[in-house]
């Protein structure tokens, strides 16, 4: 099975940081695309304890360790819902 980028208001360039769309002025999810769906130029691929949603929080597996750079097996990126 292919792993594919879909065409999705998350991988539009309308998308605002609080989830409003900048053409249609709604607030849109993953389950949204729409006719003037535009892809955004480059998408984020840096996982590490940086970019991870649990970075400095109680979620953290390895507290002591975490550091730019690093990664484990619980990186979570930085906008997904707990």
Known sequence: M???????CV???NLSANEICK????IVSTSY???????KATLKNNPNCITCDRYES????NPEKAAQDM??????PQNAQA
């Open 2 to 8: 292919s792993i594919r980028i879909g065409n999705s």
């Open 11 to 13: 991988n539009c360039e």
């Open 23 to 26: 053409v249609h002025g709604v």
């Open 33 to 39: 695309t729409c006719d003037s769906f535009e892809m």
């Open 58 to 61: 109680e979620s953290c597996a």
């Open 71 to 76: 990664l484990c097996s619980h990186w979570a």
